[in-house]
């Protein structure tokens, strides 16, 4: 089994953490197979790449593409799923739920960390196929009821299928399900209603703390201030970065695995390794240290821009 995470197309800013540069994707388009959203920009391939699923730590599983994740937190009173991809990859997700030995139709949450294409593909299909109940951060319930129509920083280029949110989530929500109980503190800037979620599970007689953070990225052309692309961007990524710093995970994931290290800890799991690879928050710091140098640098870029 091959596991890539290596992106094909790097875009649009670049951090220097304490650690190590870590280069950032951002969307600006792509070539979505038979859905009708497409424009000229063709994806990175590990986009669309299917691997083998398998279990991350604890109750959460890995059923997302190569360089797009999706997570399934099983539980015995039905699941919950974290993100899809592009919606042409909906059937790499289903799948992957199905080897592991579940059936998607089980799947009573659908959550979402962020309201961009490459994490929203398949909820609308996955929501009509079981029944669950959509929930996301307040601010991008309506970016999503809009299937990203109007979207601040892409205006109507990156649209996905329209998904109605039942329960739009407050900062500090709980959401529980057969005995797991997930932690909602927002974190907009990237979206309005850019969320991540914590919870904790026990794995070899241990319980760890999860973190599975919404972006910090600044997309292409959005500004911060002078003037904002939204009224209260600056103030949102400030008090994201507050939370964030708050946090103490055992286990740092999110939607793009470059960030923590996904494809050396995948492989290093596949290869037999004796302690869990995930269970391991190094890269937590220079994520969160690279993005809020980047978050200031452009924060003065913009006011002082005439």
Known sequence: MRIAVAASRVWSWIYTGPV????????????LGSTPFVSAFQV????????QPFAIVGNIYYVGTAGLGSFLITTPEGHILLDTPLESETRIVLD??????????DIRIL??????????GGLAEIKKLS?????AGRG???LLRRGGRDDFAFGDRYVFPAVEVDRPLDDGDEIELGGTRILTRLTPGHTRGTTTYVLDVEEGGSRYRVVIAGSLSINDGVRLANPPSYEGIADDFARSFQILESLRPDVFLTAHGFFYGFEEKAARLHSG?????????????PWLAGAKETFETQLARDHAAK
């Open 20 to 31: 190590k540069t870590v280069a950032a994707l951002i969307i600006f388009g792509s070539t």
């Open 111 to 120: 959550l979402n960390s962020q309201a961009h294409y490459d994490h929203t």
């Open 140 to 142: 991008d319930a309506e």
């Open 96 to 105: 992957s739920i199905r080897k592991l030995g579940f059936d998607p139709k």
């Open 44 to 51: 990175p391939a590990d986009w669309k790449e299917p691997i």
């Open 131 to 135: 029944g669950a109940q959509m929930m």
């Open 273 to 285: 390794a004796e302690s869990n690879p995930f269970i391991d928050a190094s890269h937590y710091g």
